[in-house]
């Protein structure tokens, strides 16, 4: 009995092995190391986040694989802009899931300040894009612009309800947080990749990296779950204190 427990409860950690990031500031990045082809994408979550219930220690970003780490929201926004509206599929006053700002956590934004200086890049930029998408909805991450409006860059609906195909081309060494909508709760991953030309070294070097990130939107465990978790841990606990009959 103690060790089905035991293995119930290692399997069932397995299972949520991933980090849950629900607040504080974070980025979506890469770093690059000059003469490489690839960049290597990561989650940069800012000291004090909080993750699993804790604020991150330390005075520094701390770095996670796109696999190690989901982003968990709860906010709620009426959707009044008629661009971001049509990209999500649904009408204006619809009620989205939405996160990327401090009044929205978790803060999420976009950052490539671990690539080397703007002059190493034609063009000074680097070109992001959505290249793949699973959920129980739609998605749109959108910009607001003072004087100049509502931006839609990102659509799982396709490219036409995009600014530019789906595509940024984002200066090196900029930061931007952008608003994440979301239409319905459930699981969803968001697959970016990153292309640019290195023109720092000798030679010009293609370079190109992607990443799936993970989203979690209005869902906590469910409860039943945490039940055999607990279940199963004291049914272990029990287990080992018995005394030996040898």
Do not use: C
């Not at 996160?99 to 890049?121: I, K, Q, R």
């Not at 607001?144 to 200066?171: C, E, K, L, P, R």
């Not at 909508?181 to 991953?189: D, I, L, P, R």
């Amino acid at each position: 009995m103690g060790l089905i427990a035991a293995g119930l409860l290692f399997h069932s950690s397995r299972a949520f092995a991933q980090m849950i990031y629900t607040d504080g500031h974070g980025d979506l990045g890469v770093e690059y190391t000059p003469g490489e082809t690839e960049f290597e994408a990561h989650w940069g979550i800012g000291a004090g986040s909080i993750v699993d219930g804790d604020p991150l220690p330390g005075f520094e970003e701390v770095e996670f694989a796109p696999d190690e780490l989901v982003a968990r929201l709860f906010g709620t926004a009426s959707v009044s802009n008629a661009s971001v509206a049509s990209a999500l599929g649904v009408d204006t006053g619809y009620t989205a899931y939405r996160t990327g700002n401090t009044s929205y956590p978790p803060n999420l934004g976009f950052a490539l300040e671990e690539v080397g200086m703007p002059e190493d890049w034609l063009d000074e930029s680097i070109t992001l894009t959505l290249t793949g998408f699973s959920g129980p909805g739609e998605i749109a991450i959108s910009q607001t612009i003072s004087g100049f409006g509502t931006i839609v860059w990102f659509s799982s609906n396709g490219d036409a309800f995009t600014v530019n195909d789906n595509q940024w081309a984002f200066g090196v060494g900029g930061h931007q947080h952008l608003d994440w909508w979301f239409t319905e709760k459930g699981s969803y991953t968001l697959e970016f990749t990153w292309t640019g030309t290195y023109i720092g070294g000798e030679n010009p070097v293609d370079v190109q990296g992607s990443g799936t990130f993970g989203f979690q939107v209005n869902m906590i465990p469910e409860p039943h779950i945490l039940g055999l978790l607990v279940a199963g841990f004291l049914v272990f606990i029990v287990f080992l204190r018995r005394p030996s009959r040898i």
